[in-house]
Nanobody, 120 residues
Framework: QVQLQESGPGLVKPSQTLSLTCAVS??????????WSWIRQPPGKGLEWIGY???????YYSPSLKSRTSISRDTSKNQFTLQLSSVTPEDTAVYYC????????????WGQGTQVTVSS
């Protein structure tokens, strides 16, 4: 069974860069046709997909966040990292990492989520 675990600071100051890591166990982030997403949920709102890292190492980001987003990986540690720059209080949310098998938009395994608050 695939397990995902997010980690990172819970509080980020405005204009700084948010950085979160997702550690994966029970599966490899380089397995063919697996896509590894970052998704967030602001308070009182629905889920928002941020972007994904494909098994090949390629990335694709939501157009609305593309200019501020970077997703990278460390295959030796089987983990991937989200960086979101120039954050504002509107980036306050619970952040999740999840697996999308075959890149069809259905996420079958999720981390528990981590709260990130942007505040001075």
């Amino acid at each position: 069974q695939v397990q995902l675990q997010e980690s990172g600071p819970g509080l980020v100051k405005p204009s700084q860069t948010l950085s979160l890591t997702c550690a994966v166990s029970g599966g490899s982030i380089t397995t063919n046709y697996d896509y590894w997403s970052w998704i967030r949920q602001p308070p009182g709102k629905g889920l928002e997909w941020i972007g994904y890292l494909a098994y090949s190492g390629s990335t694709y980001y939501s157009p609305s966040l593309k200019s501020r987003t970077s997703i990278s990986r460390d295959t030796s540690k089987n983990q991937f990292t989200l960086q979101l720059s120039s954050v504002t209080p509107e980036d306050t949310a619970v952040y999740y990492c999840a697996r999308d098998r075959n890149g069809l938009g259905f996420h079958d395994y999720w981390g528990q989520g981590t709260q990130v608050t942007v505040s001075s």
